[in-house]
Nanobody, 119 residues
């Protein structure tokens, strides 16, 4: 059974940290992306990790502050978010795709988790 479920969101002050988890059971051979959508804005890509976990990509907006990693034993992908800013406030989603993190609605999507950063 395939499962894609994001968790770990919450309320944090600016400068703080959160770690999001994406339970990605059944997606061993898929790339996993993190995306976010703020109120009134379009969804945007945050990060992408290869199926092996050794290749990662980041949006310029989060590069140097966010780190994605993959635990193949636990079937979980993480997004460690440090030095959070109010503009990071959004619903965060994880997505699974065969080749690259395109954000296509045809990819697999999990339920989102809310991240709120207060100033």
């Amino acid at each position: 059974e395939v499962q894609l479920q994001a968790s770990g969101g919450g309320l944090v002050q600016a400068g703080g940290s959160l770690r999001l988890s994406c339970a990605a059971s059944g997606f061993d051979d898929y790339v996993i992306g993190w995306f976010r959508q703020a109120p009134g804005k379009e969804r945007e890509g945050v990060s992408c990790i290869s199926s092996s976990g050794d290749i990662t990509f980041y949006s310029d907006l989060v590069k140097g502050r966010f780190t994605t990693s993959r635990d193949k034993i636990k079937n979980t992908v993480y997004l460690q978010m440090n030095t959070l800013k109010p503009e990071d406030t959004a619903i965060y989603y994880c997505s699974a795709a065969l080749y690259y993190c395109s954000g296509s609605p045809d990819d697999y999507w999990g339920q989102g988790t809310q991240v709120t950063v207060s100033s």
